[in-house]
Every structure is written in C-alpha cells, then in structure tokens.
C-alpha cells in the first residue's frame, strides 16, 4: 500500500469509540465561543470521517458530532444571555470585529431561526452566531430547533464527504501509483481549499449584504 492508504488505515485501526469521542470533543470546542478560534472541529470531522466504512459508524458519528455541535452553540448561546452585548467588547470579538458582530445581531433579529441554520455551513461565523442570539435575546425556543436542523445536515454533509474522500483515496492511490497520486491529491486538495474558501466568503457578503 502506498502512503495514503498506509495513513488512513493506520487511523482506521484506532478504536472507534476514541476516534467518535476526539471528533465529538472537537466539535464541541469549535462551536463554543473563544475556544471555536482554536479548535479545528471542521478538519477534524473531515478526517475522522475517512474511518466511517459501514452504515453503524455512520449513524454512531453522525449522533455524536450533531448532540456536541448543538451543546456547542447552547453554551454560546447561554453565554451570549449571561453577558449580553458586554460580549462586543471582548478580546475574542475585537478580533473578529465588531462590525461583525454588529450586522450578525442585525441579521439574527431579522431572520430569527434561519440565521442560525444557514450559519452552521459558515467557517468562523458558526462560532460567533450562537452568542450573538443569546444577547439579541432571540428565544431558546426558537434557537434550539434551528441548531439541532443546522447540526444534522451539518454533520451528516461533512461525515459523508469524509467517508467518501477515504474510499477514493484507497482506489485512486491503487491506479495512479504512489508519485502520480502525490502530485494528484496536492491539486485535488489545493482546489478543494480554494473553492471552499471563495463559496464561504461569498455567502459571508451576501449575509452581510442584508443587513447592511
């Protein structure tokens, strides 16, 4: 075997219940404000996905990623009722910006619940949105349903991408070859990067866009 598929069954032979409790840890992390800025729940999912070859460890990953990912928010968003718009002048917020925080509680109070689903897909955003409808006083009841749609479809995208970035990894390295695959997969994940990085910014300006 070559490189890749060395590295992925080298992760695969993990126990299972580790690798779901890591990923889940993880998540919880990313989505909790202040800890989201270093916690890379996102790449950890993606990673930990290339593990999930049967439909058990799906649904057992799937589970746990979506129950910590909506933890994650309800305590930002408990943090946001807790200390309301003093949170706008936190270290972690200026670092972000303010304006963002401004036009988030904009949005929150215009879209209400859609904001949080559409925010779960946003890199950065993600951990900031969940606070900010704590202090716009945007109602639990409201909020819990939203997090728990977003987290889901979230979860579900993320370990499915995982998993089948895996598969294909193992049968592309068994084609090309060991060098062919190298040069192969730093394009692949070159424009993966890229797009997925000029996708999120610009639903970040259309978001913004409205309420501005």
């Known amino acids: 075997m070559g490189f890749v598929t060395d590295a992925l069954a080298g992760l695969a032979s993990l126990p299972q219940p580790a690798v779901v409790a890591v990923t889940g840890a993880m998540t919880l992390a990313e989505c909790t404000l202040g800890v989201g800025f270093l916690a890379p729940g996102e790449?950890?999912?993606?990673?930990a996905s290339t593990t999930v070859t049967t439909v058990p460890r799906f649904l057992v990953m799937w589970l746990v990623v979506s129950v910590c990912a909506v933890a994650g928010d309800s305590i930002g968003y408990l943090l946001g009722r807790r200390y309301g718009e003093r949170l706008r002048d936190s270290r972690i917020v200026r670092k972000l910006g303010q304006s963002h925080w401004d036009r988030a509680g904009d949005l929150?109070?215009?879209?209400?619940?859609?904001?949080v689903f559409t925010a779960r897909f946003l890199p950065v955003v993600r951990t900031l949105v969940p606070a900010s409808a704590g202090a716009s006083n945007l109602p639990y009841r409201r909020f819990l349903p939203a997090?728990?749609?977003g987290a889901i479809c979230w979860s579900a995208l993320h370990i499915g991408i995982g998993s089948a970035a895996g598969a294909s990894a193992k049968y592309v390295e068994s084609v090309l070859g060991g060098v062919s695959w190298v040069l192969f997969g730093a394009v692949a994940v070159a424009g993966v990067v890229y797009a997925l990085r000029r996708r999120t910014k610009e639903k970040q300006e259309r978001e913004l866009q409205e309420v501005s």
Not at 43 to 47: E, K, Y
Not at 108 to 115: E, I, K, N, S, W
Request: proline content about 0%; cysteine-free; overall charge positive.
């Open 147 to 149: 997090s728990i749609a």
């Open 108 to 115: 929150l109070r215009r879209r209400g619940g859609t904001a």
């Open 43 to 47: 790449a950890s999912l993606l990673i």
